[in-house]
């Protein structure tokens, strides 16, 4: 079993639709990340959040709008996403190392992801 | 740019060794992962190794690490059907995991 877990597993919507990925860990973590990952590849990251604060982004379309509440929690706001976008999107943590600079160097723990589907 | 190579497939046998090799390129890399994903799944994390070992053993995961070749290893010992899976190897880059490209470990019974 997972320690992040991700909702909702999957996710069918259309391009002018709304919707939230949504993230959760208790294992303390204050490093939190967004990946894509399209099939048979390697994930991609896409964000980067230190202590609640964005420290990465990874050239991100502002269709993806990412969103730290607080320490456990990590959301991905999407909105007018196109066809090209349908993938696995994963979320991982991890302790943070770099005072909140960049990517931890410590194991990062994913989730099982949301797949998601545009029409 | 950043491309941590693996070759794309390999198929044992139930009861055979396997090893994955991965070639990644930076050699300030603090520490070197090994990541599961089996279909459907996200990446469980499997082992991974501090830049200043040569050798780390976990059960019937042995990894293998040459600095010189900038070459790590993965050697499952006993090789069960539940273990096929894509298997990513990482490393730590400037500013951001890098992930190989992933191999496709196939056991037969």
């Known amino acids: 079993d997972t320690e992040v877990t991700q909702t909702p597993k999957h996710l069918v919507m259309g391009m002018t639709n709304k919707k939230s990925l949504k993230c959760e860990q208790h294992?303390?973590?204050?490093?939190m990340y967004w990946y894509k990952q399209k099939a048979k590849k390697p994930p991609e990251l896409m964000f980067v959040?230190?202590?609640?604060?964005?420290?990465i982004n990874e050239s991100v379309p502002s269709r993806f709008s990412p969103e730290c509440p607080n320490s456990s929690l990590l959301n991905l706001h999407l909105h007018a996403l196109q066809p090209e976008d349908s993938a696995l999107y994963l979320c991982?943590?991890?302790?943070?190392?770099?005072?909140?600079?960049?990517?931890?160097?410590?194991?990062?723990?994913f989730g099982d992801g949301t797949r998601l589907s545009i029409l | 740019g950043e491309d941590v190579e693996q070759s794309l497939f390999l198929s044992v046998r139930e009861g055979d060794s396997s090893v994955i090799n991965c070639t990644y390129t930076?050699?300030?890399?603090?520490?070197l992962y090994w990541y599961k994903q089996e279909p459907g799944a996200g990446l469980q994390l499997l082992t991974y190794?501090?830049?200043?070992?040569d050798m780390k053993q976990d059960q019937r995961l042995t990894v293998l690490l040459n600095k010189k070749d900038k070459h790590l290893s993965l050697r499952i010992a006993d090789t069960q059907t539940g273990d096929s899976a894509i298997y990513f190897c990482?490393?730590?880059?400037?500013?951001?995991?890098?992930f190989g490209t992933g191999t496709r470990l196939l056991v037969s019974p």
């Open positions: 991982a943590s991890s302790q943070e190392t770099t005072g909140g600079g960049g990517v931890s160097n410590q194991p990062q723990h």
């Open positions: 294992m303390g973590h204050r490093a």
């Open positions: 959040y230190s202590y609640e604060k964005l420290s």
């Open positions: 930076d050699s300030s890399s603090t520490y």
């Open positions: 190794i501090f830049s200043n070992m």
């Open positions: 990482a490393e730590t880059g400037f500013q951001k995991l890098v």
